[in-house]
Each structure stands twice: as C-alpha cells, then as structure tokens.
C-alpha cells in the first residue's frame, strides 16, 4: 500500500515537471488514481473517504490565516500601480551615484524596500527591469552585473515580510504537523526579517567588492549630473519618496510585531495603506482600480486552486499511507536530523529549478513535515530554511520566474546567457544565508 502512495507523487511529479497546470494535475490524478486502487484494491482505499474532502476544502476556504493572501496580493499590486519604485530609484541612485556601484546599490535597496511593502515578485522585478536595467546599461554597467542585481532583488520579496510565501508555508506545515506545535505567521514573519536583512547586506557588499575590482562593471554617476538632480528641494523630495513606503512598512509589519493587529488584519491596513498611497501619488482611478482587482482575482484563484489540489492529494497520499511509510524509512535509516534536514534542502533545491515555490510548498513541504516533527526538530527554524531555499527557485534556471519576467522586458540585447551569468554570484550568496542560518540558528530568534 505504501509503494501505492510513493507510485502516486511520483506520478504527479513527472507530470508537472511536463507542464501540466499543477492544480488539476495535483487533485485530478489523485482522485484517477484513488479510483483504480479502490475497483482493484478496495481493501487499500475506499471512495467513501472522499466524504471527508468537503470539511477539508471547506477548512480551507474558511482559515482566517489564508485571507491574508489576497489583500497582500492586494497591496502589492497596487503598489505597483502607484509609481512608487520609479521615484524610489531615481531618488536612491543620485543618493549613492558617487559610489562605484551605487547604482546597483539603489536597485538592492529599492528591492529591500519594495519587498516589505507589497512581496509580490513579479511587480518587482517586471518593474525595476524597466525603469532600472536602461538605465544601468546605458551607464555603462556590465550587463551580467546589471540583470544580477534586478533579478535577485527583485525575489526579496521572497524572505522579506510580509510575504506570501510565508504565510502559504505556516498554513501548509499547519496543517500537516498533526497535532504539533504550531507555526505563528507572525513568529515566522519576525524570524525571516534578519536573515532578510541579511541577505540584502551581502549583495550590496558583493556588489561593492566587485565595483572595486572590476571598475569598468559599475561606473559612477559624473558629478555634475548628481549635483543638477540635488538642486532645490531635494531633502524635501528625498523625505517624501522614502517616507511614504516606510510608514507603510511600520502600519503593516510593526502592527504585527507589537501585537496590534493579526497577519491577516495587517494585510488588510497594508490593502488600504496602498490604495491611500496611490492616491496621494496621483496615479489612481477607477480603471486603475479596476485592474487591481481583476489581478488580485486571478492570482488569488490560482494559489487557492493549487491549494485545493493539494489538499486532495495530501488526502490520498495518507490515506495510502504514504507519509508514516516515508517516516518510518527515515527513522530506520538512522539519518541524523541534521542529514535529513540536509537532503530536504538538496531536494527543495533542486526542485526548484524545474517547479514553482507554490507547487514545493504544496507537495514536498506536507510530506516532510510529519518527519521534522518525529525528529523534534523547530518548525519555525526549519520554516525559515524553506522560504530562504525556495528563493532560489526563482533564479534557478532553466524555469527561474524571475528570469522569464526579467528577460521579457530587457532590450533585445540581452542575452538569455547573460541573465542566467549574472544571478550565479547571487544564488551562490543565497545558499551562503541557508548555511549560516543551518549553522546559527538564534539569528532567526535574535529577531523573534
């Protein structure tokens, strides 16, 4: 019975990796399968077990937790809309332009900033590439180095709270701890803030380092373009331009932090925050609003779909035994927790060069989850690993959504090969955060 159960993920995963919707392939063939077992194997599974999906989809629609997810989709989006990352950058480069590399620095910065105000990365990297990447070619940056920054930056939103990724994954290991402690959204958005941090600190370093030593990658802005800029009221502009994203940041993530509100009640300040700050940007209206809500919609559809999916098959796969076979195989094989914990990253890793963060979230993170627990292992540590894991999903290639969104607004004279040259060091400086963390585990209860 338990072959049955490890038969049917690896059925499933083939045919993602195929590029079936993940969705319909996760609940579809898990009821096909269920199906054939319960003709030739009735005493393996019965259909009468589907009784129990409606309470468990129902479970699903009506967690207070997950509501959160379509108001920062929300909030991100309308950011976007506001115009906010344009000024941000213009403001941050002439800011640091006497730097070798300040420019890259600005995107790193404006990355950090835009990623604990909407974590939507697609907006952010769509966005930057944009307004950012002419500008630092025209300047002369090297185009690995320039394409390096945007991408990576651009999946901050990834780590940095509020993030969706996070919250999908404290629902997710929830739901799957079987009576276990728990992991808070909360908790786990104030453990992922300093290891963000972090991160956002080692590119601007590397990005210095290598301005250094290789001078001609990452020229400074002449200073007489610098001091035009900063004519009349630039304090004043400079005030404005970071002082609007930050009180954003302190209503929803400080709102968290201090106990005030819930994840899900700061997302909702978070939605309302965004739509006053277009406002006041003057880029909002009806057919602005309009767009937002048909994007929030369809985002919102497809996380929940795949979350439906998924809770069908985690439903079979139990069902079948699957998850205590895999369990008691871990435990017989004497693996250390650390070695355990070692080989899921491997595979988290790996998996994210083919598949999307949504899709390791909603099958391989329910498996392992019940072993982490028999090992006894912290969850919102083990948590923390996963998200900054599955950040690297988005830069892996070859289907890194970050370099699709990257590459499908860079001028014609970018290069594919270039793009996958130049987020190398980046991933590398990733998988450096996932040891640290591995190895210093009071980093992430440091910012509890």
Known sequence: MEYLAL??????????????????????ISVIFAFVVSIFAPEIFQMSTFYL?????????NNYVLMAV??????????????????????????FGRIRGGLAVSVVIVGALLAASTGIVGATVVTMGLISLPTMLKRGYATELATGVIASSGTLGQIIPPSIVLVLLADTINSSSRGAASVDVGALFSAALLPGVILVLLYILYILIKSYIHKDDAPSIPADEIKKFRGDHFISKMIKVLLLPVLLIILVLGS??????????ASAIGAIGATILTIIQKKFSFHTLREVVQETTKLT?????????????TLVFRTL??????????????????????LVMIIIFIAGFFIDFIEIVFIIVPVVTPIFNAFGMDMLWVGILIALNLQTSFL????????????????????TSQIYKGIIPFI????????VVVFFPEIIFISK
């Open 256 to 265: 968290i932090f201090t106990g005030i509100a819930s994840p899900t009640e």
């Open 428 to 435: 590398i400086i990733q998988l450096i955060i996932v040891g």
């Open 7 to 28: 038969l049917l993920f690896a059925a499933i995963f083939i045919l993602i990796l195929r590029g079936y919707p993940v969705a319909f392939t996760l609940g579809g």
């Open 396 to 415: 892996t290639p070859p289907f890194g959504f970050a370099l699709f969104y990257l590459k499908g607004v860079a001028p014609d004279s970018v290069k």
């Open 321 to 342: 035994g699957g998850d205590s076979y895999l369990q008691e195989l871990i435990m017989s094989s004497n693996l250390t927790p650390l070695l355990f914990l070692l």
């Open 53 to 61: 999906l409606p309470s468990r989809i129902m479970g699903v629609v």
């Open 70 to 95: 379509p108001l920062f989709i929300f909030m991100g989006i309308m950011l976007e809309k506001s115009g906010l990352a344009q000024d941000l950058l213009e403001t941050m480069a002439m800011l």
């Open 301 to 313: 559809s497809m996380v929940f779909f795949i979350l439906l999916g998924a809770t069908t098959f």
